[in-house]
């Protein structure tokens, strides 16, 4: 047994009664039937053309009827294949773009050359133009992009020659030790190769250990290292 959908409620318009006067609207009544062939003869308020029409125009070939007419759902129908074409036809587009790559371009497509470059040029020559007036930084804000920029050329990689220890700001003395081994005056200092505190040294690194960098070291050192990070405003 076919559906009646919600949207196919048939209105049936009833003559003004007696009392009523004859300008007034005529009452609505909706009905949903429980078989096709209890439907009243009306109209059929078609949900999509929002317009009222005729059972027979929502009667489909089958006999089903639609909760709109026929002549809607084939409008719909049509705009509903031109989108489909419309979207097949930009897929095809989008596709081809790529085809006039050549092999041995590696995917990087080549842009033609303007034919007026060599009569106006093409602004390479302006690239490296300084304009200082045109600054966008303000005078405050430049000093101090200058300071960080000095202080981060100021900053130089250090290595004690004696404890072997390496960072920044070790304040090397002019025979090459850290201010600590400098101030240690015995004969074997504490932290020297000689007190045997480094477990290898150069000598006596293993030569499948020499050419390892310096994240491998730590990596399988016994000793773990801690970075410290530091933000620095500017």
Known sequence: MPYVP?????????????????????????????????????LHY???????????????????????CIACLARRQEAYARAADARAQREVENQGDGDGLAEE??????????EF??????????????????????????????????????????NCGTCREEGFHIKLRSSGMCARCASDKKDVRKWSDENRVNPTPDAQVPPCLKNLTEMERMLIARVKTVMQVRWTRG
Do not use: W
Not at 46 to 68: F, L, P, S, Y
């Open 6 to 42: 919600r949207a196919g409620y048939y209105a049936h318009l009833q003559k003004p009664g007696a009392g009523e006067k004859q300008g007034c609207v005529a009452h609505v009544l909706y009905v949903r039937p429980s078989n096709i062939s209890d439907l009243p003869s009306g």
């Open 46 to 68: 078609c949900t999509h053309g929002k317009h009222e029409v005729t059972v027979a125009e929502c009667t489909a070939a089958d006999g089903t009827v639609r909760a709109n």
């Open 105 to 114: 371009d590696e995917g990087v497509q080549t842009v033609p050359t303007d």
């Open 117 to 158: 470059d060599a009569i106006f040029g093409d602004g390479s020559d302006l690239m490296d133009v300084d304009l200082p007036e045109d600054n966008a930084l303000v005078s405050d804000e430049a000093q101090c992009l200058r300071k960080v920029r000095d202080a981060l050329d100021a900053l130089r990689f250090e």
